[in-house]
């Protein structure tokens, strides 16, 4: 039941990414999707960003063992929180009032990045 629910976390995670992403109909290096703004501000104020907050705060509770390595539960939540921040990547991207509320967290946001969940 837990991989389960963990599969169903991770899909919805991946869906919400999908949908913040527009295919791109003008030629940009780089970049064949760009943000779907309409979304994005929905997303805002449903609270995506505090709950993706919370959800990557769970790095806290990932510890190596004695030999370096992560067990399953920990790669699993390093995953669900890297899968986070690429849905706040999307949730950012070229929209002002959704950076506001990311620059307050912009030291978190490093702090990932130290994690290794990019």
Do not use: H, M
């Not at 629910?5 to 109909?25: A, G, H, M, P, Y």
């Not at 990557?56 to 995953?79: F, M, R, W």
Request: hydrophobic share 35%; proline share 2%.
């Amino acid at each position: 039941d837990d991989f389960a629910t963990n599969k169903q976390t991770k899909d919805i995670i991946k869906e919400l990414t999908e949908i913040c992403k527009v295919r791109s109909f003008v030629l940009e290096i780089g970049e064949e999707f760009l943000p779907d703004a309409d979304v994005q501000n929905l997303y805002r104020n449903l609270g995506c960003f505090e709950i993706c907050l919370k959800v990557i705060g769970l790095l806290d509770s990932v510890e190596e063992d004695e030999n370096g390595n992560l067990s399953e539960q920990a790669l699993n939540t390093k995953d669900i929180c890297r899968l986070c921040n690429e849905l706040l990547y999307w949730f950012l991207l070229r929209n002002p009032q959704n950076q506001e509320l990311g620059y307050g967290e912009l030291s978190f946001f490093l702090d990932t990045l130290d994690d290794e969940i990019n």
